[in-house]
């Protein structure tokens, strides 16, 4: 054989002199000697380094040869590993017998020939090699058959099919699975795509959803300040009418989960910042501003989020976001100048400080995507962040003597903070759903179609008019949104969809 330097042959015997003789014997016939004085130091071994044969006694103290020859076959590591008996058993024919049986490929007496040595030797080492091609040839047929079932099952990317070392063995299977895993190449990157228009498509509708929802907020607000209430008050009953709604879905869908200190804390701030600085400064604002501009002036939230994901380098900046940025902020400026030309003082100075609530929405937008806790149910989270805002609320509204008593609710006041309850659940259940799936750039988006829906809805609800020069504000509003669009997501998709028939 011409690769016989590569075997490697281990001699299992305690007479330190047949060891000697058969280790000098086996490496003049061109193999690598190794040896072992006793069973337990030759399964150690052998466990330990590849051999390619055994060259076995069978009569030794302590662990003898028949017990290494059992354990060997019952390894399954070991057990294709030629083992020829060499030991005085010439005339006992019934434990040759024996150890042919447990899986020995031949027997040699002490007084071997070297030519037949070599012969056996060789013989065994040809039926291994053949053993390790059909092993090897098994194992490749089971890697494409492994491959073929994760491609019928629907879940694969390209990296999990594991073909490359077959590929890269140019013979007929290395070649199957080369076509094999182009095709299943092609399959998953038009479901890549297919998945990823579903998932724009649901994300656009979430989008729709939440942003003409809480164009409605500004309107609802204003409709409530019109009735007396005061702005402390009213958050108290909204956000109490929110949580119970939550609470209500959550008891039909299986109860609450536990919450980790880390889960508490974020519900904290969500609800500091939705339940005391969002909706008290909103309803605060509408008994000043017009609803129309109020949603104008929040349609700056996507702008704040690009401006801080870019400075950031959360997100991509290029010229043509960046230009975005600015003629959204040139719409907001128009609406802005135009709405300063009158002379009621105290309404564009409260314009001015309307200008806050971008930010704040924006803090909310960046921070719930940064720590938002995906191990809970959306519905959930919603009612503990309303749930806290209501403890809040309830607290700042006795220290301040602004409570709205529970009597005052037997009105229309109270149908319609139920009205801007339920719209702010929905707003916020999609709101979180949204951040999952399209990220805070994408989500932040929703702040345009709210000032769309905000200027309809004053115009339904309130009676208010706009002038040319603030469709025209608008205008540039959407096209800043339209210029900054919304991050491709990179994130891997896993392929679920049964492609069986």
Not at 77 to 88: A, Q
Not at 249 to 258: L, T, W
Request: proline share 3%; hydrophobic share 50%; with cysteine.
């Amino acid at each position: 054989m011409s690769d016989t330097k590569r075997n490697r042959i281990l001699i299992i015997d305690d007479n330190l002199i047949n060891r000697k003789k058969m280790r000098f014997c086996v490496e003049n016939l061109g193999f690598e000697g190794h040896t072992a004085e006793d069973g337990t130091s030759g399964l150690k071994a052998l466990r330990g380094e590849p051999f390619d044969a055994v060259l076995l006694d069978m009569l030794m103290p302590g662990m003898d040869g028949f017990e290494v020859l059992r354990q060997l076959k019952a390894d399954e590591l070991l057990r294709h590993l030629p083992v020829i008996v060499v030991s005085d058993l010439e005339g006992d024919t019934r434990s040759v017998s024996s150890a042919i049986e447990m899986g020995a490929e031949d027997f040699l007496p002490k007084n071997f020939d070297p030519v037949i040595l070599n012969a056996r030797l060789t013989s065994g080492l040809r039926r291994k090699q053949f053993r390790d091609q059909e092993l090897e040839y098994f194992r490749r047929i089971n890697a494409l058959t492994n491959a073929a079932e994760q491609v019928d099952a629907g879940r694969f990317d390209e990296g999990s099919l594991n073909l490359a070392e077959e590929i890269r063995i140019n013979d007929p299977i290395g070649r199957l699975a080369g076509v094999f895993q182009g095709m299943a190449g092609e399959i998953h990157a038009r479901e890549m795509k297919l998945l990823q228009r579903i998932r724009t498509l649901q994300c656009c509708i979430l989008l729709l959803i939440c942003g003409g929802l809480s164009g409605l907020f500004p309107s609802l607000s204003k409709l409530a300040a019109g009735m007396g209430a005061n702005p402390i008050g009213m958050s108290v009953w909204v956000c109490l009418f929110a949580s119970v709604i939550c609470a209500v879905v959550i008891m039909f869908r299986g109860g609450y989960p536990k919450l980790s200190r880390s889960d508490v804390a974020f519900f904290v701030v969500w609800a500091f910042v939705i339940g005391i600085l969002q909706q008290i400064s909103i309803f605060i604002l509408a008994g000043y501003v017009q609803a129309t501009y109020l949603t104008l002036v929040l349609a700056l939230e996507g702008l704040v989020v690009f401006a801080f994901a870019a400075l950031t380098r959360l997100e991509q900046t290029t010229f043509l976001r960046v230009l975005g940025l600015l003629i959204g902020l040139l719409g907001v400026g128009i609406s802005l100048y135009q709405r300063m030309e009158g002379n009621e003082v105290l309404a564009n100075y409260w314009l001015l400080v309307a200008f806050i609530t971008p930010a704040i929405y924006a803090f909310e937008t960046i921070a719930v995507a940064a720590k938002r806790p995906d191990h809970i149910d959306p519905i959930c989270a919603v009612g503990f962040m309303f749930a806290f805002s209501t403890a809040m609320a309830a607290w700042l509204a006795i220290v301040s003597g602004n409570l709205i008593p529970p009597q005052a609710l037997y009105s229309p006041l109270g149908g319609l903070l139920a009205a801007i309850a339920f719209v702010m659940v929905i707003v916020n259940v999609t709101f979180f759903i949204l951040l999952k799936l399209g990220g805070s750039v994408f989500t932040s988006q929703k702040a345009y179609v709210s000032a769309i829906a905000g200027v309809l809805s004053g115009m339904v609800l309130l009676g208010e008019t706009m002038s040319a020069l603030a469709w025209v504000a608008i205008g540039l509003v959407l096209l800043g949104m339209y210029l900054v669009g919304t991050k491709v997501s990179e994130e891997a998709i896993t392929i679920q969809r049964d492609f069986g028939v």
